[in-house]
Structure formats: C-alpha cells, structure tokens
C-alpha cells in the first residue's frame, strides 16, 4: 500500500512555489474536530492549543479553509491568531462588526497597521469591495508571504501589501518574534536584538500617501507595544483628512507606550465607545 504524502509547505526561507489553495483542505476528520470546536465551547482560546495539536496528528502542515468570507491557509500550530480564526468562526467579530459599520460598502478605505496574515485584511476587503481600498502593513517577511497567499487565494486585488513597519521615521527597525507564537513579532532596541531580524520602517503618513488614497474610514493597529510611537507622530503631522473616522488599536501591551495615544487621540476629537478583551474602540467625533 502506498503511503500518502502530503504536499511541500512552503516558507519564507526557500523559493518552493506553495500549492494551490484547496491542496490542504482538512480532511474529514480534521474537519470533524474543527466543526466540533466551532459549534461549541471547545472554541473558546484555553481549548484552542489541544485542538491544533489534535489536528496536526491526524494530518501535519497548514489547513486551507473560509474565514469570513476568505480563503486562509491557517499554520495554525504556531500562531495563536491563526489558531483563533481556525476554531472560532466570530473570532475578534466585535472588533470586525465596528471596522465593518464605519467602513463604507461602496469606496471605503481601510488600513490595517500589523496585519498579521489578514484576519481583519481579507473581511474588510470583501465588505469594501473591488472598488474600495485595503492597506495591510506586515513587517515579518513569513508572516507577510502568508498575508500574501492569503490576499491572492481570496481574489482581493483592492488589497495593497506594505512589506515594512510602521514607525515614527522612515528608515529600518528591528523585530523579534515568540517562537511560540509567529504572529506576536514585536520591535525591539538595538542593544536587545538577540534573534532580531532588521526590516524597513515607514510612516503611516508615508504609506498611505504612497497607496494613494486621501482619506481613510477605519485603521486597526495591533504591533506589540509599538503603537504610540506609530500614531503620535501621525496625528501630529498628517492633514487631518487622512485620520481615520474609527479606529481598533490593542491595548494589552500599553505599559509599554512611551505616551499614552489614546489620550492624545481623546485630546484631538476621537470618542471611546467600547473596549474588548485586546481592543479599544474609537470614533471620531
């Protein structure tokens, strides 16, 4: 009897072509154990490492399935967002029904400031439309080739990628990454770079005006503490056309701000009108 293989997985780290979404859709027992965990509690973040370590024995290597109305191939084994998406059908759903609700249908314009592998990109970008625009900025260079296949696979052409990190200045940053969690790659100073990898920093002033768009409906930012440093500036020195009407910025590493840019956000017009676990919400006025 022949034994199955499964097919190659490509990475950041070689120049194999990946395959063609579809060529790891789960199999019936890992979809099996995926529905179970969407319909019930098991979906919940302190079952979601058993689950993928259950799924990865039945079959090893990403799964190709919809989020949200996109086509994602989850490496789910080492990334807790990718992990939540895959298990959780309403993951983050708070944060993508406020983004959704002030970002216009026809012609909205959404920036998503640490991308990740686009698990707020590829949402806005199907609600948006192929007339609407999506800025998605993803440093790491394996995140963003999943980011990537993540836009081709969905079709999305009204997505534009930024290979870069968003930063005070324009000019390079170093980035570390939890091995145990790709997606929680964070900056770090110089003397403290370890396993650091350097990567092109940009304004956020910078990279919309080279996107090309002159206003801007909603902005999610989540970069690991790097927030203030990535919006005071901004607010700052950008036309006020460009601030967004409604923003998502994560909080749960604010101890590491070196300024409060909620605050400054409040000083300059914008409204808190909700928080979740991860997220502050913010309108302006």
């Known amino acids: 009897m022949t034994t199955p293989t499964n097919p190659p997985v490509a990475t950041a780290a070689n120049?194999?072509?990946?395959?063609?979404?579809?060529?790891?859709a789960p199999s019936a027992a890992q979809q099996t154990?995926?529905?179970?965990?969407?319909?019930?509690?098991?979906?919940?973040?302190?079952f979601r490492p058993m689950l993928s370590r259950l799924v990865t024995l039945l079959r090893a290597g990403p799964v190709?399935?919809?989020?949200?109305?996109?086509?994602?191939?989850?490496?789910?084994?080492?990334?807790a967002t990718e992990r939540g998406a895959l298990f959780n059908p309403d993951y983050n759903i708070e944060e993508l029904d406020f983004l959704r609700a002030h970002t216009p249908v026809v012609g909205g314009v959404f920036a998503d400031i640490g991308a990740n592998v686009g698990t707020y990109t590829m949402p806005l970008a199907r609600h948006v439309g192929a007339n609407g625009r999506v800025i998605a900025v993803e440093p790491h260079p394996i995140t963003h080739a999943r980011l990537t296949f993540n836009r081709d696979a969905s079709r999305f052409t009204q997505v534009?990628?930024?290979?870069?990190a968003a930063g005070p200045s324009d000019g390079e940053l170093m980035i570390e990454t939890d091995g145990d969690n790709l997606g929680a790659s964070h900056i770090v100073a110089g003397d403290r770079a370890g396993n650091a990898i350097r990567v092109p920093s940009l304004r956020l002033?910078?990279?919309?005006?080279?996107?090309?768009?002159?206003?801007?409906?909603?902005?999610?930012?989540?970069?690991?503490g790097f927030e203030d440093r990535v919006l005071t500036g901004f607010f700052k020195e950008a036309p006020q056309s460009l601030w967004p009407r409604a923003v998502v910025i994560e909080h749960l590493s604010r101890d590491e701000w070196q300024s409060d840019c909620i605050a400054d956000m409040i000083s300059r017009g914008y409204a808190e009108t909700g928080k979740t676990r991860s997220n502050t919400?913010?309108?302006?006025?």
């Open 281 to 285: 919400l913010l309108v302006r006025k």
């Open 33 to 46: 154990v995926i529905g179970l965990a969407q319909r019930t509690r098991l979906k919940r973040g302190a």
């Open 205 to 224: 002033q910078r990279i919309l005006d080279e996107a090309g768009v002159g206003h801007v409906d909603a902005l999610k930012i989540d970069v690991e």
């Open 64 to 79: 190709d399935v919809q989020y949200q109305g996109a086509s994602f191939r989850f490496y789910h084994q080492a990334s």
């Open 15 to 24: 120049d194999l072509t990946p395959p063609a979404f579809g060529a790891f």
């Open 160 to 164: 534009v990628l930024v290979a870069a």
